[in-house]
């Protein structure tokens, strides 16, 4: 079950074009190279984000 929700919170999000609101930030910022894979332990996610932007913010999106 988590694999099938975090496979529709990506898909979600990239519907969006990579962009997610920021926390504290009233713009959106892009992802770049952003990448996803299942491990043995969980998952293993991937991005790049512009200086000054929160990686946890992606995340909370991400798994929420």
């Known amino acids: ?9 990506l898909k ?9 609101l920021g926390g504290r930030r009233p713009y959106r910022v892009m992802l770049r190279n952003a990448a996803w894979e299942l491990a043995e332990d969980g998952y293993l996610v991937s991005f790049e ?15 929420v």
């Open 12 to 20: 979600a999000f990239l519907a969006g074009k990579g962009e997610t």
């Open 49 to 63: 984000l512009p200086k000054g932007s929160y990686a946890t913010v992606v995340m909370r999106e991400l798994l």
């Open 1 to 9: 079950r988590a694999h099938a929700t975090m496979t529709d919170a």
